[in-house]
Protein backbone atom coordinates (compact mmCIF):
# COMPACT_ATOMS: atom_id res chain seq x y z
CA UNK A 1 0.00 0.00 0.00
CA UNK A 2 1.20 3.76 -0.74
CA UNK A 3 1.04 6.35 1.53
CA UNK A 4 -1.48 8.20 -1.61
CA UNK A 5 -3.91 5.29 -0.57
CA UNK A 6 -4.26 6.19 2.62
CA UNK A 7 -7.33 8.58 3.99
CA UNK A 8 -6.43 12.29 3.66
CA UNK A 9 -6.53 14.57 6.43
CA UNK A 10 -10.51 15.48 6.58
CA UNK A 11 -11.45 12.01 5.87
CA UNK A 12 -9.44 10.73 9.46
CA UNK A 13 -10.52 14.04 10.95
CA UNK A 14 -14.11 13.57 10.41
CA UNK A 15 -13.66 10.07 11.64
CA UNK A 16 -11.45 11.02 14.41
CA UNK A 17 -14.27 13.32 15.77
CA UNK A 18 -17.03 10.30 15.09
CA UNK A 19 -15.34 8.37 17.54
CA UNK A 20 -15.25 10.86 20.29
CA UNK A 21 -18.64 12.27 20.01
CA UNK A 22 -19.87 9.95 22.81
CA UNK A 23 -17.88 12.79 25.18
CA UNK A 24 -16.07 10.23 26.51
CA UNK A 25 -11.78 9.74 26.61
CA UNK A 26 -10.24 7.42 24.68
CA UNK A 27 -7.08 6.27 24.30
CA UNK A 28 -4.66 5.72 20.93
CA UNK A 29 -5.18 1.83 21.25
CA UNK A 30 -8.55 2.15 20.98
CA UNK A 31 -8.08 5.06 18.49
CA UNK A 32 -6.02 3.26 16.16
CA UNK A 33 -7.17 0.04 15.53
CA UNK A 34 -10.86 1.72 15.39
CA UNK A 35 -9.55 3.93 12.40
CA UNK A 36 -7.97 1.20 10.82
CA UNK A 37 -11.24 -0.87 11.04
CA UNK A 38 -12.92 2.77 10.15
CA UNK A 39 -11.34 3.13 6.80
CA UNK A 40 -11.25 -0.64 5.74
CA UNK A 41 -7.62 -0.86 5.87
CA UNK A 42 -5.24 -3.97 6.49
CA UNK A 43 -2.81 -3.17 9.70
CA UNK A 44 -0.09 -5.42 8.04
CA UNK A 45 -0.02 -3.75 5.19
CA UNK A 46 0.32 -0.29 6.37
CA UNK A 47 3.82 0.95 5.32
CA UNK A 48 6.43 0.95 8.42
CA UNK A 49 9.05 3.72 9.03
CA UNK A 50 12.34 2.68 10.02
CA UNK A 51 11.55 3.18 13.58
CA UNK A 52 8.32 0.27 13.43
CA UNK A 53 5.92 3.28 12.93
CA UNK A 54 3.17 3.03 10.39
CA UNK A 55 2.57 6.06 8.38
CA UNK A 56 -1.07 5.81 8.71
CA UNK A 57 0.15 6.34 12.71
CA UNK A 58 2.32 9.08 11.77
CA UNK A 59 -0.57 10.65 9.86
CA UNK A 60 -3.20 10.10 12.91
CA UNK A 61 -1.02 11.68 15.08
CA UNK A 62 -0.54 15.04 12.93
CA UNK A 63 -3.83 15.18 12.98
CA UNK A 64 -4.75 14.76 16.46
CA UNK A 65 -2.30 17.85 16.59
CA UNK A 66 -3.96 20.21 14.17
CA UNK A 67 -7.27 19.27 15.87
CA UNK A 68 -5.77 19.95 19.63
CA UNK A 69 -5.68 23.08 21.85
CA UNK A 70 -2.47 23.74 20.91
CA UNK A 71 -1.45 27.78 19.39
CA UNK A 72 -1.56 26.58 16.21
CA UNK A 73 -4.26 23.82 17.01
CA UNK A 74 -8.50 23.89 16.06
CA UNK A 75 -9.27 23.54 19.41
CA UNK A 76 -11.87 20.63 18.21
CA UNK A 77 -10.19 17.83 20.89
CA UNK A 78 -8.16 17.96 23.97
CA UNK A 79 -5.36 15.77 25.01
CA UNK A 80 -6.68 13.94 28.32
CA UNK A 81 -3.31 12.74 29.22
CA UNK A 82 -0.36 10.67 27.11
CA UNK A 83 -2.27 9.21 24.08
CA UNK A 84 -5.65 10.21 25.42
CA UNK A 85 -8.18 12.32 23.53
CA UNK A 86 -11.60 13.53 23.96
CA UNK A 87 -13.81 15.79 21.70
CA UNK A 88 -14.19 19.78 22.83
CA UNK A 89 -17.13 21.82 21.92
CA UNK A 90 -16.12 23.11 19.19
CA UNK A 91 -15.44 19.63 17.87
CA UNK A 92 -18.88 18.72 18.43
CA UNK A 93 -20.10 22.05 16.65
CA UNK A 94 -17.94 20.86 13.56
CA UNK A 95 -19.73 17.32 13.25
CA UNK A 96 -22.80 18.99 13.73
CA UNK A 97 -22.07 21.36 10.81
CA UNK A 98 -20.88 18.41 7.86
Not at 46 to 60: D, E, H, M, Q, S
Not at 70 to 92: E, N
Request: aromatic content about 6%; charged content about 35%; glycine content about 10%.
Amino acid sequence: MKDTELPDRPAIERALLELLSDGRVHDDAEIVPWLIKRFDLNAEDLPVYRTGRTTFGNKIDWVKGDMGEGLRGKHLIRRAGRGRYQILPLGRAKLQES
